[in-house]
Each structure stands twice: as structure tokens, then as C-alpha cells.
């Protein structure tokens, strides 16, 4: 069972920065692929960005394309989103999530997901 706990959520501006942690426990990190989703109130949940066993390759909608960028340390076991050029339309609660299987996915098939961290952008 893989335990994911999400840090780094807060209050910024438009334009501003921002970087969410993801702490993974219970498994064995280097084999699950991890990705970000964020879900606004009233919206589905949305995928914003994944990252390959190893690191190598990352995926974007183009919605966030340019602006976040998905990092992963598997000796600390923590995968992390920096957020940059930050817009209201970012606002939302960001989940993190973790899937055995290699192929990457936007959907909601993933396998453990962690308790979501506010990200709110004001204009």
C-alpha cells in the first residue's frame, strides 16, 4: 500500500511561483509512474502532469505546457510540480497520484492518490 502526502499549497499571485512536494511511502517509488491532477470546485478532476519511472519523460496537457514542470527524486521518493506564471484558472486543489503500470494515462486510472493540497492564485 503506497501512502502519498502532498506538500507545499498556499496563496500566490498572478504571475507568481510555486512548488508542490509529494512524498511517497510503502512501495517501491522508482517502479510507479506519478502524475499530478488538480480539480477545481465544480469541475472534474483534471489531469495537469506525469513523469516516467525513471524521469525521463514527462507529459503535459497544453494547458500547463511551458508554465509547470514535473520533477522526481527516487532516493527521496518525492516527486514535485514547480508551478510558474501562475493564473487564476490555476486555482484548484492539486492531487498527486501513482500507477504500476508504465503507460501514461489522463484519466482517473491511477492507483493511490493522495489527500490533495489547496492551490490558490489571486488576480
Known amino acids: 500500500q503506497v501512502q502519498l502526502v502532498e506538500f507545499g499549497g498556499g496563496l500566490v499571485q498572478t504571475g507568481g511561483s510555486l512548488r508542490l512536494s509529494c512524498a511517497a511511502s510503502?512501495?517501491?517509488?522508482?517502479?510507479?509512474?506519478m502524475a499530478w491532477f488538480r480539480q477545481a470546485p465544480g469541475t472534474d478532476r483534471e489531469f495537469v502532469a506525469a513523469?516516467?519511472?525513471?524521469?525521463?519523460?514527462?507529459y503535459y496537457p497544453d494547458s500547463v505546457k511551458g508554465r509547470f514542470t514535473i520533477s522526481r527524486d527516487n532516493a527521496k521518493e518525492t516527486v514535485y510540480l514547480q508551478m510558474a506564471s501562475l493564473k487564476p484558472e490555476d486555482t484548484a486543489v492539486y492531487y498527486c497520484?501513482?500507477?504500476?503500470?508504465?503507460?501514461?494515462?489522463?484519466?482517473?486510472?491511477?492507483?493511490?492518490w493522495g489527500q490533495g493540497t489547496q492551490v490558490t492564485v489571486s488576480s
Open positions: 497520484a501513482a500507477r504500476a503500470k508504465a503507460v501514461v494515462v489522463t484519466t482517473n486510472e491511477y492507483d493511490y
Open positions: 513523469i516516467s519511472w525513471g524521469g525521463t519523460s514527462t
Open positions: 510503502g512501495g517501491t517509488f522508482s517502479r510507479y509512474l
